[in-house]
């Protein structure tokens, strides 16, 4: 089979023949019908070969869905041909955090050497993928899997985010939206499906922007220094009850931490490398500062069934496979509208 893969520190990934893996006891092959390209992947392959930790070669795509194709043995609660999606943060399956879905907060995974497919594990852009056990995999139904794979990320951590700052977001409140790309884009919607808050909207071109107004932004304000001051003023100088910074970096950090209210929440999720810092007097009072990774499988279920009553939608670029290093180039460029969707299959 082919599979695009990183396979040199500091190189271009390539589209490579590979053997197509068969599965063992308890797993399953997927017939890839979409896979998602993602910024996580960006900063993997950026890391220094002292710093990286996820192997060579690695299949890229922790975003997939596909086809069953092939089961192993003992295999149960799943049929050839059903259509499903990955959850991808793969854990122990035996802790208490996994024992509530919560695979994403498993603190033995390291240790035990269970790594997300794409991030560790082989990944979705790929003909085929194993899945290391039934559990990581929810039902599509008659979703489309191409227009909703990326729920699987830039659906699903947001959602997950959003859902702890929801004590916040009460009516008459605002939330911000730092970053209108693969995540900010969904998470505008969420906020509007879920909540009473007004959604202001930050980005660094007037094109992220408008797409944020298009899918449902309040108000929408170029990121620069000058964002926490027009901030404060469209919130009477109180600042956000919430602020998501779906871009991660110092710039935006500072502009996260300079624009929450007092007792107001901010959660740092994108990971371009930057830190706030926290302390009496350095941010507002009783404000609460997370950095969130990923999501639940229950909370996964609730994005899908919000895509099938419509309340999201993802914007998409499709790509082939052969495409799929150019659909890379795009995201370092800034030049994906949304989400950028690779067709192993198509």
Same mark, same amino acid.
């Given at each position: ?27 399953? #092959? +997927? ?24 192997? %060579?070669?690695?299949?890229? @795509? ?12 003992? !295999? ?43 991030? /560790?594990?082989?990944? $979705? ?13 929810? *039902?599509?139904? &008659?979703? &489309? ?17 959003? #859902? ?18 693969? +995540?900010?884009?969904? $998470?505008?919607?969420? +906020? ?10 930050? &980005? ?10 298009? !899918? ?17 003023? %469209?919130? @009477? @100088? ?6 998501? &910074?779906? =871009? /991660? ?10 624009? !929450? ?8 999720? /994108? ?5 706030? *810092?926290? /302390? ?9 500062? #997370? ?5 639940? #499988?229950?909370?996964?279920?609730? =994005? ?26 795009? +995201? ?15």
């Amino acid at each position: 089979m082919r599979a695009l893969q990183y396979v040199e520190i500091g190189s271009p990934p390539r589209v490579v023949e590979v053997e197509t893996p068969e599965p063992g006891p308890g797993e399953v #092959r +997927l017939k890839v019908s979409a896979a998602g390209v993602c910024h996580s992947d960006e900063f993997v392959m950026s890391l220094p070969a002292e710093a990286y930790t996820f192997g %060579l070669p690695l299949t890229l @795509g922790h975003e997939g869905a596909g086809t069953v194709d092939a089961l192993g043995e003992g !295999v149960t609660n799943v049929a050839l041909g059903d259509s499903v999606a990955v959850y991808g943060p793969w854990g122990c399956g035996r802790c208490h955090a996994c024992s509530r879905g919560a695979e994403n907060s498993c603190p033995y995974a390291v240790e035990l050497g269970i790594a997300p497919p794409g991030l /560790g594990a082989p990944g $979705a852009i790929a003909e085929y993928m194993i899945v290391d056990d039934v559990r990581h995999l929810v *039902p599509l139904g &008659d979703l &489309d899997p191409v227009r909703n794979v990326s729920l699987t990320d830039a659906g699903l951590t947001p959602y997950h985010a959003i #859902r702890t700052a929801m004590p916040k977001l009460v009516g008459g409140s605002t939330a911000v939206v730092i970053g209108a790309g693969g +995540l900010g884009h969904v $998470a505008i919607q969420i +906020l509007r499906a879920l909540t009473g808050a007004r959604v202001i909207a930050l &980005d660094v071109n007037d094109e992220k922007l408008a797409l944020a107004k298009e !899918v449902g932004a309040h108000e929408a304000v170029l990121s620069n220094d000058e964002a926490p001051e027009a901030i404060k003023r %469209l919130t @009477g @100088g109180l600042g956000a009850e919430a602020v998501f &910074d779906f =871009v /991660g970096a110092p710039a935006t950090g500072a502009i996260a931490a300079a624009s !929450v209210a007092l007792e107001g929440d901010v959660q740092l999720v /994108g990971i371009g490398g930057g830190a706030v *810092p926290v /302390g009496f007097g350095v941010t507002p009072y009783d404000a609460a500062f #997370r950095a969130p990774y990923w999501g639940t #499988r229950s909370e996964l279920i609730e =994005v899908f069934e919000m895509a099938r009553r419509d309340q999201l939608h993802v914007e998409i670029e499709t790509y082939s496979l052969d495409e799929a290093p150019q659909a890379y180039e795009r +995201l370092h460029a800034g030049e994906i509208r949304g989400r950028a969707v690779v067709l192993p299959n198509g």
